[in-house]
Each structure stands twice: as structure tokens, then as C-alpha cells.
């Protein structure tokens, strides 16, 4: 593995140093801003300065310990910036421009890259497992004191000033598209979205339901709303289900009100990450139906359905990793139907939060009163 170069440049950024925190994470504080030595970008790869970095579950699920990654590591995944410098191979952006983070990147030339999105990219997948850019090694530096190398997050490592990512890890926009909402299209929006848009063939006009209300799951109803879909959303917590219908859905129940009362579509996505949420969402699969299944569950995590129920009326489960997305193909037709307002991402956004009250914001994400916090780095963050 690659050491990094000291070049003296660092960023501040939000370190997770362990995984066994108890809560809260106010008090236990798993998280600690700290400045990291950044190396320059080398081959593919791009500095970023970032911008706005939103606060999602997948990261929260790696302070949890629900999803292990090798510790020290700079979290973030959902981030917007603007690319400062360039290394020798890059050609796809150039300096000056805006660009979306995203956390899976794609080679182009493994089997999987030729699914068109169906399957995640095999050796952009082994390097997330293992905290590196997908180039191989580490542009972090090590932890002072320790002397522990720290790890990308899902190549990326956004709760910082500044990032050295692949460009494989970005997609250029337009300078039109606020930080904020380019950070969310990075992830809420192509999983979400993109669980609607790719994962199963629906019916134009059919009914879709959203099983799991936080921001993948609103980022899925947008995205059904703005393809014309009839929409109904499930979630046990009262102040979702009616943003869910400020929002445009056409109905929003609670799970076991939804199944007593025989809602069904031909579409279900499960946004929940459970393995109840996931059951519900089956349950309310018609026959002939798609459940697509986009959440995170814990890796022993385990669900009960009848396999009968699927052969006798023949029903699909996808599983859809990303939403199935490719992002340089599907980031630009979010974006279009957002210029036109067919979209409306600035209301996944909750609040905003500063770096330094980090821990706060993951457990307001965990108590759920939360969709997306945005962090956005004001100049006195940066150096």
C-alpha cells in the first residue's frame, strides 16, 4: 500500500478513531475533528475543496459499528466542491469545476462495470472494504501521536476542508446547482432516485410505495412524483409520513395499518435497512410486483418471507446497490428534472450543522428527527 507524500498541507476533518462508542454520541464523542496531513492528488486523482457534505445513515451505521471499516477513518460520502488541483492522468474534469462525490467508483472494465449499473464495481467495491482510493494506498496521512494511518471513507472522506478522490469518485456540474443540493444527489438521490428510475420496469402511471421515510426513501418519492408515478409512503413516524405527503404523495400510512388495509402497488421500495421494513415492503408487493430493496441492515441481519408466495405470484425482489445507478450516466437527468423544477432535493435538507457538532448530528439522525444535515465549510474551516 501507497504511503502518502508529505506535501505539508492539511485538512480538518472528522475522524472516527473507534467503533465500540456507546451512546450518545454527544457524550462519547467517536468522532474528533483533527487536522490530517492531505498528500497531492497522483494518476487519476483530483483535490477537492469541499464545499457542503451532507450527514447519511451509511455513516452513521459505520460510528454504530453496523457496517465495520478499519479505524482511524475520515468519514463523509455525501459531498459537493470544487476540484483545486489535478493529477498527471486526469481527463475527465478540469480545475474550477463544481463536482458531485460519489461513494462507489466504477472502473469501466471489470464484469460487473458492464451490467450497467445492476452490479457494483468489483475492485471500486475492495477498495472501499479496505479504506483506499481505487488507484491503490492512502492520500491521508497518519494519526499525530499514534502514528495510524487514516483511512478513506467509500473514497471519498467528505466531513473535511479538502479531498483527494479519484476522478472516477466525481461528476462535474453546472455552477447553477447549489453545494447543498449536489451533495445529495451524490447519494440520497442515486439510491433513491435511482432505485425508481433503474431498478425495476414499472408501468408508466403505476402507484409506487416507499417503505422507510428518511432521506433515501423521500429522494425515492421525489424522484416517483417527478416521473409522474402515483405515490405512497410508509413509515412508523407520524412527522415523516406528513412530509411525505407536503412532499406530493398521494397517501402515507403507518407499516401495519398499510398491510391491514390491503394497500398494494406494483412497485415497492424499501428504504428501511431493516429487516421488518423489508418484510412490509414485501407484504405489499402485488402479485407480478417488484419489491426493490435498497437499505442497509446489519451484515447478520435476517428476514422471513414465503417462498411459496413468491413462485405462486410470480413477485421479483431486486436488490439494488447505489439505486443501480451508473452516476455519470443518471446525476444529469436528476439534475435536468431539478433545473426544471420537477424536483425539488432542497427539501431532503433538514438543517445545517457545523463540523464540530458532528456527533451531535449523528444522533439526531439515529433518533430520526433528522433526513439530511448539511455541513458547509465557510472559510474560516478551510486552509
Keep these: 500500500m501507497n504511503a502518502v507524500n508529505p506535501t505539508g498541507r492539511r485538512v480538518r476533518g472528522a475522524v472516527l478513531r473507534r467503533l465500540d462508542a456507546s451512546v450518545p454520541f454527544a457524550d462519547s464523542r467517536p468522532l474528533t475533528i483533527e487536522d490530517v496531513e492531505l498528500a497531492a492528488p497522483e494518476g487519476r486523482e483530483v483535490l477537492v475543496r469541499i464545499e457542503a457534505a451532507s450527514v447519511c445513515h451509511s455513516d452513521l451505521s459505520v460510528v454504530e459499528g453496523v457496517r465495520p471499516r478499519p479505524t482511524p477513518m475520515l468519514l463523509g460520502h455525501e459531498a459537493a466542491g470544487i476540484v483545486e488541483e489535478l493529477g498527471p492522468e486526469v481527463t475527465d474534469v478540469q480545475i474550477g469545476d463544481r463536482v458531485v462525490m460519489t461513494f462507489l467508483p466504477r472502473c469501466g472494465e471489470c464484469t460487473q462495470c458492464q451490467t450497467g449499473g445492476r452490479l457494483p464495481c468489483s475492485l471500486g467495491s475492495r477498495s472501499n472494504e479496505s479504506g483506499?482510493?481505487?488507484?491503490?494506498?492512502?492520500?491521508?496521512?497518519?494519526?499525530?501521536?499514534?502514528?495510524?494511518?487514516?483511512?478513506?471513507?467509500?473514497?471519498?472522506?467528505?466531513?473535511?476542508?479538502?479531498?483527494?478522490?479519484?476522478?472516477?469518485?466525481?461528476?462535474?456540474?453546472?455552477?447553477?446547482v447549489p453545494a447543498d443540493v449536489a451533495a445529495v444527489l451524490g447519494c440520497a438521490v442515486l439510491t433513491g432516485g435511482g432505485a425508481v428510475l433503474n431498478a425495476a420496469n414499472t408501468s408508466p402511471g403505476a402507484t409506487v410505495i416507499v417503505v422507510g421515510l428518511g432521506g433515501v426513501g423521500m429522494a425515492a418519492i421525489l424522484v416517483a412524483l417527478a416521473l409522474d408515478h402515483p405515490v405512497v409512503g410508509v413509515d412508523g413516524v407520524k412527522t415523516k409520513r406528513e412530509l411525505a405527503i407536503e412532499l406530493g404523495a398521494d397517501h402515507a400510512f403507518?407499516?401495519?395499518?398499510?398491510?391491514?388495509?390491503?394497500?398494494?402497488?406494483?412497485?415497492?421500495?424499501?428504504?428501511?435497512?431493516?429487516?421488518?421494513?423489508?418484510?412490509?415492503?414485501?407484504?405489499?408487493?402485488?402479485?407480478?410486483?417488484?419489491?426493490?430493496?435498497?437499505?442497509?441492515?446489519?451484515?447478520?441481519?435476517?428476514?422471513?418471507?414465503?417462498?411459496?408466495?413468491?413462485?405462486?405470484?410470480?413477485?421479483?425482489?431486486?436488490?439494488?446497490?447505489?439505486?443501480?445507478?451508473?452516476?455519470?450516466?443518471?446525476?444529469?437527468?436528476?439534475?435536468?428534472?431539478?433545473?426544471?423544477?420537477?424536483?425539488?432535493?432542497?427539501?431532503?435538507?433538514?438543517?445545517?450543522?457545523?463540523?464540530?457538532?458532528?456527533?451531535?448530528?449523528?444522533?439526531?439522525?439515529?433518533?430520526?428527527?433528522?433526513?439530511?444535515?448539511?455541513?458547509?465549510?465557510?472559510?474560516?474551516?478551510?486552509?
Excluded at 151 to 157: I, K, M, N
Excluded at 267 to 275: E, F, K, Q, R, Y
Excluded at 338 to 346: C, K, Y
Design 132 to 176: 483506499e482510493l481505487i488507484g491503490g494506498g492512502f492520500r491521508l496521512g497518519k494519526l499525530a501521536g499514534t502514528g495510524e494511518q487514516v483511512h478513506h471513507h467509500l473514497g471519498v472522506s467528505g466531513f473535511a476542508t479538502r479531498a483527494v478522490v479519484d476522478e472516477r469518485s466525481v461528476v462535474a456540474i453546472g455552477h447553477d
Design 254 to 383: 403507518d407499516p401495519a395499518s398499510a398491510v391491514a388495509e390491503d394497500i398494494r402497488a406494483e412497485l415497492v421500495i424499501d428504504a428501511t435497512g431493516s429487516p421488518r421494513g423489508f418484510e412490509t415492503a414485501v407484504a405489499l408487493t402485488t402479485p407480478g410486483g417488484t419489491t426493490v430493496t435498497v437499505g442497509l441492515p446489519a451484515p447478520g441481519a435476517m428476514s422471513e418471507i414465503s417462498p411459496l408466495g413468491l413462485v405462486a405470484q410470480a413477485r421479483t425482489i431486486v436488490g439494488s446497490y447505489l439505486g443501480s445507478a451508473v452516476p455519470r450516466r443518471d446525476i444529469p437527468k436528476f439534475i435536468d428534472l431539478w433545473r426544471r423544477g420537477r424536483l425539488p432535493v432542497e427539501r431532503l435538507i433538514s438543517s445545517e450543522v457545523s463540523l464540530e457538532r458532528i456527533n451531535e448530528a449523528m444522533d439526531a439522525l439515529a433518533s430520526g428527527s433528522q433526513m439530511r444535515q448539511v455541513i458547509r465549510f465557510d472559510e474560516a474551516h478551510r486552509r
